[in-house]
């Protein structure tokens, strides 16, 4: 491969691996200089907690922008987004655009006051996401570095099922998937045993609020729809408001006249801007389950053939392929719903009977994946209780970090010297090819949201005493060829060559021993392993790749004529050393 290729390579990468560590640099560096800590900290909460604070801040600015449009005021700095949409309305209204936006110009524009407070409102949301967003494409820290819960759950007897192997699996699948409803950074969450479960939930978290996601059962049923009863409970209800409680649900069945004792009235739910269930409606379904949600197997969204419109298939298990085979065919034309923790999340009509791959249709994309999620995780085959937990405090974890920074600058620093010092100049190449690694290790960690641990730290400064071993056996073969009096083109691609097999065969081993770490190992091993892993990959890019080309560009373009790897051999030259005759 020619120079000039090799330059491209080498350029391209530390171009896509800047690229990779920029969110990581903006979370860490740029934003806590230029973002409010109350919104810092809020990326790192719930969805609850962002919808509250973002619909307290929208009132708070509604009221200071209606204050300002009954004086004539100018829109405020903070509010001035609303200046283009006030603009748009104007545009679709076909009005005649005022010479000045003020606040009250800007406020008239809008069709009503709520339209304009919900402008707020998603304005103050979609800023947190954006954190939020930011926060998960960085490199995540773990529960050691950043704090956080620490909690272990013992599995008690499954529910519904007699397969325990296959309950157990199906719950951490379930408490993922519940666990993720918090925004912070990526659980652990794996099994301890037989009968355990292990979840590290690192970051601030209120263990009140994780432990009702824990230990929730997650009922997932479906039963069939009443359209009937439906009817008559909305038809009252618009009447008598006052019959459903603070919880959504029916306060009394026999206050609604001609309600059907064998139904119950449930709220029709579906997700609001923030994630979060929201309320649009009420449905009666029939008391009795038509079909348990722990006989689902799997389910996925797929294209239609026909449209190309997405529809969420699952399979059952052989008992529950009977069960809706005898649900369906009873029910042919009527509405099934899919019901989870007393909340009707979809609604579909059977349109023939079904036995074991079931497809729903008539969604969007975004609620087909969500109605997907729910079907493969929600409900939790197992009960479950809190064996142990322990939180711990983010103090802890700076001291760490420092130590652990403090420990790897160290580390660098003494290698670099004594590559100085011992090569000389050549030690300038491996100090290059050092910070280069170092580089390229914390881009590959950013770029796939990698968690770091002190184990992980450690694992960076072993890699760097192992990065090192590399330069150091191209050297030493660079000295043989200097001893045979060769100049420095030869010397250079002999130590190269004659390197190659001996630094492949040790990183290639270590390699091997890394893969094993981290399929066998758990928690603190993989996160080691996985860091020795990428550091293997990147010290040998930068110790035959970069390194070669930096010796390269020293002899093309800066004119080098000599090798400088030694205090005790003559520098080879340019031109081999012919030997006298005898």
């Given amino acids: 491969m020619s120079k000039r290729y090799r330059f491209f390579i080498v350029l391209l990468t530390m171009l896509l691996c800047f690229v990779f560590l920029l969110p990581s640099i903006r979370w860490y560096f740029i934003v806590p200089k230029t973002v409010p800590k109350e919104q810092q900290t809020l990326a790192l909460e719930s969805r609850d907690q962002i919808k509250n604070y973002s619909s307290r801040m929208a009132r708070q600015d509604f009221q200071e922008l209606l204050e300002l449009a009954r004086n004539r005021g100018d829109v405020p700095e903070k509010l001035v987004f609303l200046t283009a949409q006030a603009k748009k309305f104007y545009r679709e209204a076909k009005r005649k655009v005022p010479e000045k936006w003020d606040a009250y110009t800007v406020l008239d524009a809008f069709p009503s006051r709520a339209e304009a407070l919900d402008a707020i409102e998603a304005h103050h949301g979609d800023g947190i996401f954006k954190l939020k967003n930011l926060q998960k494409s960085a490199i995540q820290l773990g529960l050691d570095l950043s704090g956080g819960l620490s ?141 348990n949600g722990n006989h689902i197997k799997s389910a996925l969204v797929e294209r239609a053939n026909l449209d190309g419109k997405p529809e969420v298939t699952f399979m059952l298990d052989s008992d529950g392929g009977e069960i809706f085979y005898k649900l369906t065919s009873a029910n042919v034309e009527k509405p099934l719903a899919i019901v989870l923790d007393d909340r009707v999340k979809s609604q579909a009509v059977i349109k023939s009977p079904i036995r074991d791959a079931v497809s729903l249709t008539g969604f969007g994309i975004d609620e087909a994946n969500n109605i997907a999620l729910i079907l493969r995780t929600a409900a939790l085959p197992v009960e479950l209780s809190v064996s142990n937990q322990q939180s711990i405090g983010a103090s802890l974890g700076s001291d760490t970090i420092r130590q652990g920074l403090l420990a790897l600058v160290g580390g660098l620093a003494a290698v670099m010297v004594f590559m100085l010092v011992y090569y000389k100049i050549a030690g300038i190449n491996a100090i290059v090819a050092q910070i280069l690694n170092i580089y390229l290790m914390l881009s590959i960690l950013s770029a796939f949201s990698f968690t770091l641990t002190l184990p992980s730290i450690a694992g960076f400064i072993l890699t760097i005493g192992m990065a090192v071993d590399a330069n150091v056996i191209i050297f030493e073969r660079m000295k043989e060829e200097l001893r045979l009096g060769k100049g420095r083109k030869a010397v250079i691609d002999g130590g190269f060559d004659k390197a190659f097999w001996a630094i492949m065969d040790s990183n290639i081993t270590t390699f091997i021993a890394a893969l094993f770490l981290s399929q066998l190992g758990s928690g603190p091993i993989q996160g080691f392993a996985v860091t020795l892993a990428i550091g293997v990959f990147s010290s040998v890019f930068t110790s035959l790749f970069v390194s070669r080309l930096l010796f390269d560009f020293s002899t093309d373009v800066l004119g080098s004529k000599n090798v400088s790897v030694s205090w005790t051999i003559g520098r080879g030259s340019q031109e081999p050393v012919l030997g006298r005759a005898k």
């Fill in 151 to 291: 909690i272990i759950l013992q599995v008690g007897r499954t529910l519904d099922t007699d397969d325990s192997e296959d309950a157990v699996n199906r719950a951490l699948e379930v408490l993922n998937s519940r666990i993720d409803r918090f925004g912070l950074t990526e659980p652990v969450i794996r099994r301890q045993g037989t009968d355990q479960i292990y979840v590290e939930i690192p970051g601030a978290a209120d263990p009140e609020r994780i432990n009702d996601i824990i230990m929730g059962k997650g009922s997932l049923a479906f039963h069939i729809v009443d359209q009937e009863a439906a009817d008559i409970f909305n038809r009252y209800y618009e009447t008598h408001p006052e019959i459903i409680g603070e919880d959504d649900k029916l306060l009394d069945p026999s206050l609604v006249p001609g309600l059907s004792a064998d139904v119950m009235i449930l709220g029709v739910y579906n997700k609001d801007r923030y994630g979060l269930d929201e309320r649009t409606g009420y449905t009666a379904v029939k008391k009795e389950v038509g079909l």
